[in-house]
């Protein structure tokens, strides 16, 4: 994945409001999903159980449509994420990185939905569970900004 952007820390800072509330719109439309596919698993079983039944037709394409429609949210939402330049790393558990360039070596600036604010990093070879706290030469690194 080609690096866009990098952030300073302040900078991405600045834009938790904005991830938080894209954050929380995809999660709240991935659980969506995820209640329409067990209700047409529910639907299946009970078709399975009885050899056949008559089913709702016209109930189960609006599920179907409102899948495909929450579906679409989602795709939108990380496609926002990316194009401001940060990356989510795990929707369940609301995880972005902000790529930051300290001294040369691009390091991601560690975020998970909940916290505060921007406490910790990590290497690009690492993830979550590598996260460290910022120092002050994390805290000092300047943003760049790639045309696009």
Sequence with gaps: MEMKKSFSL????????V??????????AKQRIEEIEDEFKKINYQ???????????VE???????SDK???????????????????KDLDQG????P????GRT???CWKLGEQGITHWHGTGEGFAGRKPINERIARAKGTRKAN
């Design 19 to 28: 991830m938080e509330s894209l954050l929380r719109n995809a999660v709240a």
């Design 60 to 66: 189960l394409a609006r599920m179907r449509a409102e």
């Design 107 to 109: 390091i991601l600036l």
């Design 10 to 17: 302040s900078e991405a800072q600045s834009l938790l409001p």
């Design 70 to 88: 929450t579906i679409q949210r989602v795709k939108d939402t990380l496609a926002e994420i990316d194009a401001i330049g940060a990356q989510v």
């Design 100 to 103: 930051c360039i300290v001294e």
């Design 95 to 98: 995880l972005i990185d902000f």
């Design 47 to 57: 078709i399975f159980l009885r050899g056949g039944m008559q089913v709702g037709i």
